[in-house]
């Protein structure tokens, strides 16, 4: 016989729109990046005819501005919000526990732990991938392609002012940090490629449920197990 299911109201309402929001933004930074990178076969006649490349420069600059708002608003809501929405931004590296924690996680996603733990946000190595590779990521994103976008504007924008004027020099040149932009994009795709796979496969053998609990709020646990979260 089951045992009956427990819930944790985990994700807040605000936390759940920045992650919808900011998953939207980044699938458009990623293909319209891509095609920026890449451009599309100039077609026959007049330029002004065929403003293709523009409107997709103008929807990567407008994921971009989303992009860097939203990790704002994501530094603000990890103080406002409870102590799931902190995971993120600060994790607890200074506790023995959350080590232990990881390395349970790579046995558990290496098949070789036999049960899996609980917790009601992230588990440790989930928040020790996204702080480094989607928290510091985002960052270097943000303030790459703020730097390259300045450029376009000149240099009596606020971008150029704010980015450009010590980005530029600090790399050596555009070019440069064109190159490190877009390697760091496919880095964020390979994310969230293994953070799909992740939730995906966390819903079907942990007995936990994940995808959902982005949409309610809610994480749901098929067992009464205590939780194992390190706070």
Known sequence: MNAPAQSVYAYEKPLRLWHGLNALAIVVLAVTGYLIASPLPSPAGEASEHFLMGYIRFAHFAAGYILGIGLLFRCYWAYAGNEHARQLLLPPLLK?????????????????????????????????AMHFLYVWASLFMIITGFALYGEGEGQSSWQYALFSSWVLPLFGDSQTVHTWHHLVMWLIVCFVLIHIYVAVREDKLSRQSVLSAMVTGWRTFKDDRPLDDVH
């Open 96 to 128: 023995p526990a959350f080590w232990q924690g990881v390395l349970h996680e790579i046995r558990w996603y290496a098949f070789l732990a036999g049960e899996p733990k609980k917790y009601a946000g992230h588990n440790p190595l989930a928040v020790l």
